[in-house]
Structures are given as structure tokens and as C-alpha cells.
């Protein structure tokens, strides 16, 4: 089993930054691929980034690209969001995502999930 919490969000005016962490516990984290997705209000969850167990291999949505930085500390058991620039409509629950393999852009292929964070931002 593999726990993960999610921090580190909040509200953030448009054009700001904001860093989100999550956490892992309960498996050795350097084996696990990581990413982060979100959900809005009323709409499906998204992929926003994903960051293989070396850290060595990333994948953004087109939608942060170049915004947002996914990166990881294995040291710390910690996965990182930089979100740089957000805009409102990078607003929701962000979510923490785990899983064994190859890192993937497939909400349903993940197998661990943290409870989210809300992040909020203003325009």
C-alpha cells in the first residue's frame, strides 16, 4: 500500500505561483512513477503532469506547458507541482497519483491516489 498526501494548496492571484507537494509513504517511493491531475467543478479530472521513478522522464498536459514544473525528491519521498503563471481556469482539486511500471498520462492506470488539495485562482 502507498499513502499520499497532497499540500500546498490555496488561493493564488492569476500571474502568481503556488508549489503543491505530496508526500508518499508505505513503498519505496524511488520504484513509483508520480503524477498530478485535477478536477473542476462539474467537469472530468485531467492529466496535468506525470514524472517517472528517476525523475529522468517528464509529460505535461499542452494545457501547463511550459507553466508548470513537475519534479521529485526521492530523499524526501516527495513529489512536487510548481505551477507558475496559473490562470483561473487552472482551478480545482488537485490530486496526487501513484503507480509501478511506466509513467502514463491514464488517470485509471494509476493505483494509488492522495485526497487532493484545492487550489483557487483568482483573477
Known amino acids: 500500500q502507498v499513502q499520499l498526501v497532497e499540500s500546498g494548496g490555496g488561493l493564488v492571484q492569476a500571474g502568481g505561483s503556488l508549489r503543491l507537494s505530496c508526500a508518499a509513504s508505505?513503498?519505496?517511493?524511488?520504484?513509483?512513477?508520480m503524477g498530478w491531475f485535477r478536477q473542476a467543478p462539474g467537469k472530468e479530472r485531467e492529466f496535468i503532469a506525470s514524472i517517472s521513478w528517476s525523475g529522468a522522464a517528464t509529460i505535461y498536459a499542452d494545457s501547463v506547458k511550459g507553466r508548470f514544473t513537475i519534479s521529485r525528491d526521492n530523499a524526501k519521498n516527495t513529489v512536487y507541482l510548481q505551477m507558475n503563471s496559473p490562470k483561473p481556469g487552472d482551478t480545482g482539486v488537485y490530486y496526487c497519483?501513484?503507480?509501478?511500471?511506466?509513467?502514463?498520462?491514464?488517470?485509471?492506470?494509476?493505483?494509488?491516489w492522495g485526497q487532493g488539495t484545492q487550489v483557487t485562482v483568482s483573477s
Open positions: 508505505g513503498r519505496t517511493f524511488c520504484t513509483l512513477n
Open positions: 497519483a501513484a503507480k509501478v511500471g511506466f509513467p502514463t498520462v491514464r488517470g485509471n492506470e494509476y493505483e494509488y
